[in-house]
């Protein structure tokens, strides 16, 4: 980030890491003697729906999971789903414009945000989704056949299954980016349905030497910071 440039302005650092699929946060500072509005009965989000795992999945079933994720980032601070990069921020940014982001939390910040509290009483806000609506993102809960139980089967690995593959290099690359447009295409003419954890997991294995480019990667970059920081 510093040897880009790109901690010129608060909103320019926001975009590119939003741009690069990197976690962030924008807070908004509170004093912890505030008032803080009571949460509102807004209700969790419809899940995607139940379906027999004998489905022949359709393009259309695809066109169904569009309609739902982009009623739920519809809410006010479902913008949320942008700050945890990764897979699910690329997700999101199909449907949401970075620009909520870089004005920072919604205004139901308090009512359905999450706070970190300093030593010195402050609170530091910003809008959050569950791990439940991450995997609306992804998720459809599948009747085995088994009584009651069920099983995940997503047209896109859910966001746990991402940052522990392989895929997950500290930010969108390149790689990502090409993986991402050419599994979508085969969505739209029916090659690939969902699959399960399983399969997804085995899906985004890559080559085992990433893993261990990706830790020195992390600490040459912890120790640059603390350097320059002088942290």
Not at 2 to 25: E, K, M, T, Y
Not at 195 to 223: E, P
Request: contains cysteine.
């Amino acid at each position: 980030m510093f040897q880009q440039g790109w901690h010129a302005d608060v909103p320019s650092l926001i975009r590119q890491l939003l741009c690069h699929g990197i976690p962030l946060n924008t807070f908004l500072i509170t004093q912890l003697q505030d008032a803080i509005l009571p949460p509102l009965e807004l209700g969790p989000p419809p899940p995607l729906p139940r379906v027999s795992i004998q489905l022949d999945w359709r393009t259309t079933d695809y066109g169904t999971y569009e309609q739902a994720c982009n009623t739920f980032l519809a809410r006010s601070y479902a913008h949320a789903a942008l700050l945890k990069g990764r897979i699910v921020g690329h997700l999101a940014r199909e449907y949401l414009d970075i620009a909520s982001v870089t004005e920072g939390p919604s205004q139901d910040v308090f009512m359905f945000g999450t706070s970190l509290c300093s030593s010195d009483g402050r609170l530091f806000w910003d809008d959050n989704i569950n791990s439940s609506e991450m995997d609306l993102m992804c998720v459809y809960k599948t009747p085995t056949g088994q009584g009651m139980q069920t099983t995940d089967l997503s047209w896109w690995p859910k966001q746990v299954t991402w940052v522990g593959s392989n895929f997950n290099v500290g930010y969108w690359a390149p790689d990502n980016e090409v993986w991402f447009h050419t599994h979508l295409a085969k969505i739209w003419v029916g090659e690939v349905q969902p699959q399960n954890a399983c399969h997804w997991t085995n899906a985004l294995k890559k080559f085992k030497i990433t893993a261990k480019i990706v830790h020195n990667y992390r600490s040459a970059c912890a120790d640059y910071l603390s350097e320059s920081l002088e942290m």
